[in-house]
């Protein structure tokens, strides 16, 4: 009894968040909002990062190139934080808070530094390695996500259910790696 | 109203993935080793009914096809998609899963955030590179579906949408239901 759902509720749930955002305004995605508050902290130690400007589509340029492309609407964003995709990745989160305050999933004193799985593979005394895999994970997931345009919100759920072929082009390359992978990683040692 | 509309659908979505298993990296990291397939079969699901849905939509005419958003396909999609998998395995989280599960106090969750963000940044400094290796460069021109729509380019627009999507989501329903949740039990 951990608050989780059986896998059709679960299912059926997920499935009415993707189809009610496209409904409603437009598909989710969330990496791209790690860029985003990237400019907002790097714009106020450097103020001429992003400029209003007349030429550009969004109103607002930066010197960096990658806040710049497509008309500026990423530096457009930062200037702006009150923004539907910034402020609906603020709200995932107090969803996600709310749902484990109301029965759904709370990770106990000790989930909470590291997963049962990593206690099983790695020992007790794994929390410090479990840190600084997991800096470095979200360092690689996230530069991926950035070159791939997408994480697994907006490419794999909101792609394959628009029949994006880039949904299915990303869903093929993290099953490349992820799979093989956690299968070596999680499968060694004999304590099953 | 578009800032009501992201404070309610967001808060839904948190709901979703927390009651999922969603934000518990041992759900996710033992989808990934196929041992519980209950993750793997919720998002089947998922994707499946969300894009019936859609597309009954669309065709009906209840949904503008404006509200599509269709990223384009180029390589660094398949090599990105690969270095998300690396660290997707090692950590259980990706990036909405990682905030909202720090959101229910998970405190790993906290570090994959700040090297997200780094992750992040070093992809701003390095974007030039990454467009001047060709990385960037359009496939089968870029932003294009399977199914037909009023928006996108389509691979398969000679067929009828609903053909085309409702039977992938068919499809997707049924390997759904079929896949053992426990596919290798020692």
Not at chain 1, 91 to 97: D, Q, R
Not at chain 1, 177 to 184: C, I, K, N
Not at chain 2, 38 to 47: D, E, N, P, R, S
Request: glycine share 12%; net charge positive.
């Amino acid at each position: 009894m951990n608050g989780i759902l059986t896998w059709w509720k679960a299912g059926m749930l997920l499935g009415a968040a993707f189809f009610l955002t496209v409904l409603l305004v437009k598909p989710i995605g969330v990496s791209t909002q790690f860029v985003i508050f990237d400019a907002m902290l790097w714009d106020l130690v450097e103020p001429s990062l992003i400029v209003a400007s007349d030429t550009v589509k969004s109103g607002f340029d930066s010197t960096n190139a990658y806040l710049a492309k497509s008309g500026g609407k990423y530096a457009a964003a930062a200037a702006n934080p009150l923004n539907y995709s910034f402020i609906f990745v603020l709200a995932t989160m107090f969803g996600a808070w709310l749902s484990s305050r109301l029965g759904g999933d709370r990770p106990d004193a000790k989930e909470r530094v590291r997963p049962a799985v990593w206690v099983e593979r790695f020992g007790a005394n794994s929390s410090r390695s479990r840190y600084v895999t997991v800096f470095i994970a979200g360092f690689i997931v996230l530069y991926g996500a950035r070159l791939a345009g997408g994480c697994t919100s907006g490419h794999m759920m909101s792609g394959m259910m628009q029949t994006a072929v880039s949904g299915y082009l990303f869903t093929l390359g993290l099953l490349i790696t992820a799979v093989p992978l956690a299968m070596v990683l999680y499968n060694k040692g004999g304590n099953k | 109203m578009e800032i009501l509309l992201a404070l309610v659908l967001g808060t839904f979505f948190g709901v979703a993935l927390n009651r999922a298993g969603a934000t518990n990296p041992n759900y996710i990291i033992n989808m990934l080793r196929l041992r519980d397939m209950h993750l793997m079969k919720a998002i089947l699901l998922a994707v499946g009914v969300s894009s019936l849905l859609l597309f009954v939509g669309l065709a009906v005419g209840m949904i503008p096809a404006a509200h599509l958003s269709v990223k384009a396909a180029y390589w660094g999609v398949l090599l990105g998609g690969a270095l998300l998998g690396v660290g997707f395995a090692l950590s259980g989280y990706c990036p909405g899963t990682a905030l909202a599960a720090a959101a229910t106090g998970r405190r790993d969750a906290l570090l994959f955030i700040v090297g997200g963000l780094l992750g992040a940044f070093a992809y701003m400094i390095t974007y030039p590179q990454m467009k001047a290796a060709g990385l960037l460069e359009h496939l089968w021109g870029g932003e294009i579906t399977l199914a037909q729509n009023a928006k996108y380019e389509a691979l398969l627009g000679a067929w009828p949408a609903l053909a085309v999507a409702g039977g992938i989501a068919v499809l997707l329903i049924v390997i759904a239901t079929v896949l053992p949740r426990y596919l290798f039990r020692k």
